[in-house]
């Protein structure tokens, strides 16, 4: 920059004139929606989330319309071809990370916290404004996959509709987890403070440390298993109920209470770390 | 008005800032004097909330930062480190910030004006150089119209006329009755911007007093003198008590008599002089005579406790 301004004084401000209003919720999830519209990177995943979940969603409509008769009982199942989600929820999870530590590899936490020096308005602002995007988005992507993909299978005949039972459940069910995933990323983002670091995490609570879980000999290891955030999950978004897993609704709220904890831990060392 | 009390903090084992009192008051600037590594910027992070005292407080305006209830109104920052997200434009980041104390985007765009990027405000901030940097940090400090500016070393990375224009900046603030606080460890710097001055020195307060006191009482005269007969003229100077050094063949360094008792004395013994000249240690220097004492306070208390 060669071309620097006369430094000018700042305008003066009469009584009535206030420049700054008091710091309060709603402006700073204002304040949030803009950070988050306002970063490349944030609509970069979220659309490679909308569409890997929609397109996978009617590949496996297809085949599995096409071989029906040789399926196995999870992917002949409504559900089936909801399958996409097991990548949507890497790349919201990633998304919830990001949203979070970004300002930590930047600095722009700094600048946050002087702000909001409160700093919990901040963690719940985050969250609401991302959990609110991720529903917005991934309810639809979640139904226009479903629609989609059961137009395949209807062209074979085998298509059910939204409407039949616990179809919608698992529909918008889907949607919900994927928002729940990213939440947890970011809870996770607030806890490790660092990119790498969190999606690592992440990527070790809903997919790693399940299957070792499982692996592992014995029954208890196994009745464990099912309480972990993504297979609690995935039994509330599954239209068939093994023996081995939780109950619809148990899912949910096993999986809500995860993030729930999360959030807490992440809220208590927001306000006594140093910035 | 910054008031701070018995302020410390602690990383592990290492004391950053040791029980320093202080206070900045309105109307004038207020310089942080102190070399690298002093604790300018852990107390200033401390004054805005981000890291927490380990003992001692701090208040601005009366109550504690985070205890306002539009923080950007009492106190504009800009922090050594750096505080803005690579990835946004620069009005981005502004209208980040003014949306949590409900500043217009009217405000943004004088703040952009006032700093001088308006050509460069819906770039990416990534894509900045540091001086650019600088007056985007200039520009969120100001946002808030606050009546307190802390700014930690405002001119790394600005060229020379960016320089200039933080210190017409800052005056034109104090002017105005707020309360200006910008930390340095150019004491050159200080002695050009700022009126009063509290010098800080591996984590302790060393001096809290105006700038002009400050230059008085810091800077102690010498008297530079060459002569071919130095080594008699010396033990002449030593006998009038003087403090004589030589840092050259012939020429001697004298503090304690004024240029008229040394030629004086010279003529009297007939002895010859090729230069007689008072000198006046740099500011620079008496900075680092005074900031030096800290150090060798501290290494001396360490060998004390250690003992
Ligand atoms: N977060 C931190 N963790 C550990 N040590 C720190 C931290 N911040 C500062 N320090 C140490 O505290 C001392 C004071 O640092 P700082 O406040 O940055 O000084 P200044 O701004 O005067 O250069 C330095 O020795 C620095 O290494
Ligand atoms: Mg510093």
């Given at each position: 920059m060669s071309t620097v301004a006369e430094p000018r004084q700042q305008p003066t401000t009469g009584p009535?004139?206030?420049i700054a209003q008091p710091v309060n919720f709603v402006r700073t999830v204002s304040s949030e929606w803009i950070k988050f519209r306002t970063l490349r990177s944030s609509w970069l995943v979220l659309v490679a989330a909308i569409v890997g979940v929609i397109v996978i969603g009617q590949l496996i409509g297809y085949n599995t319309g096409k071989s029906f008769s040789h399926l196995a009982p999870e992917d002949a199942?409504?559900?089936?071809?909801?399958?996409g989600y097991y990548l949507g929820q890497l790349l919201i999870g990633v998304l919830g990370v990001l949203f979070v530590t970004g300002e930590y590899a930047t600095g722009m936490i700094r600048s946050t916290a002087t702000a909001v020096p409160r700093r919990l308005p901040v963690l719940g602002a985050k969250a609401l404004v991302f959990g609110l995007v991720a529903v917005v988005t991934m309810v639809p992507t979640c139904i226009v996959t479903f629609l989609g993909a059961m137009a395949f299978r209807s062209h074979f005949g085998h298509g059910v509709s939204?409407?039949?039972?616990g179809n919608l459940r698992v529909v918008i069910g889907t949607g919900i987890y994927l928002a729940l995933i990213g939440l947890l990323g970011g809870a996770i983002g607030w806890i490790v403070r660092n990119t790498a670091g969190g999606i690592s995490t992440l990527i070790g609570l809903i997919l790693v440390v399940p299957v070792l879980f499982e692996v592992v000999p014995g029954t208890w290891a196994k009745s464990i298993s099912k309480f972990f955030p993504s297979n609690a999950g995935s039994s509330f978004v599954s239209t068939v109920h093994a023996s081995n897993t939780l109950t619809p609704w148990t899912g949910l709220v096993v999986m809500v209470a995860w993030v729930v904890a999360a959030f807490v831990l992440a809220g208590v060392l927001l306000k006594r770390r140093d910035v | 008005m910054i008031e701070a009390r018995e302020l410390t903090k602690k990383y592990g084992e290492k004391?950053?800032?040791?029980g320093v009192t202080f206070t900045v008051r309105p109307g004038i600037v207020t310089g942080f004097l102190g070399p690298n590594g002093a604790g300018k910027s852990t107390t200033m992070r401390m004054i805005v909330g981000l890291d927490a005292p380990t003992s001692g407080s701090v208040t601005v305006n009366g109550k504690?930062?985070?205890?306002?209830?539009s923080p950007l109104h009492e106190v504009g920052v800009l922090l050594e480190a750096r505080a803005v997200h690579?990835?946004?434009?620069a009005e981005s980041h502004l209208l980040a910030m003014a949306a949590t104390a409900g500043i217009s985007r009217r405000r943004v765009q004088e703040v952009i004006e006032l700093v001088g990027l308006q050509d460069v405000a819906?770039?990416?901030?990534?894509?900045?150089?540091l001086g650019m940097g600088q007056r985007l940090g200039i520009a969120a400090a100001l946002l808030g119209d606050p009546q307190t500016i802390m700014l930690d070393?405002?001119?790394?990375?600005?060229?020379p006329e960016g320089v200039r224009w933080v210190r017409h900046l800052l005056r034109g603030l104090a002017e105005e009755g707020r309360t200006v606080f910008v930390s340095s460890h150019l004491m050159s710097e200080m002695a050009l911007t700022a009126d009063h001055l509290i010098v800080v020195g591996r984590g302790r307060l060393i001096r809290d007093m105006s700038v002009s006191d400050f230059i008085s009482s810091a800077s102690s005269e010498s008297v530079r003198v060459r002569s071919p007969q130095a080594t008699e003229l010396r033990e002449l100077l030593l006998g009038k008590g003087a403090t004589v050094s030589s840092s050259a063949r012939n020429e001697l360094d004298v503090v304690g008599l004024s240029t008229d008792e040394i030629g004086t004395t010279a003529a009297a013994a007939g002895l010859t002089l090729h230069e007689l000249s008072p000198v006046q240690a740099s500011l620079e220097e008496a900075f680092m005579e005074l900031t030096g004492e800290a150090v060798e306070y501290r290494s001396h208390t360490a060998e004390e406790s250690a003992a």
């Open positions: 009535g004139l206030r199942a409504p559900s089936g071809v909801m399958q939204l409407g039949d039972a | 004391t950053a800032v040791d504690s930062y985070a205890a306002h209830a690579t990835g946004r434009s819906r770039k990416r901030v990534g894509a900045f150089s070393e405002p001119v790394n990375g600005l060229d």
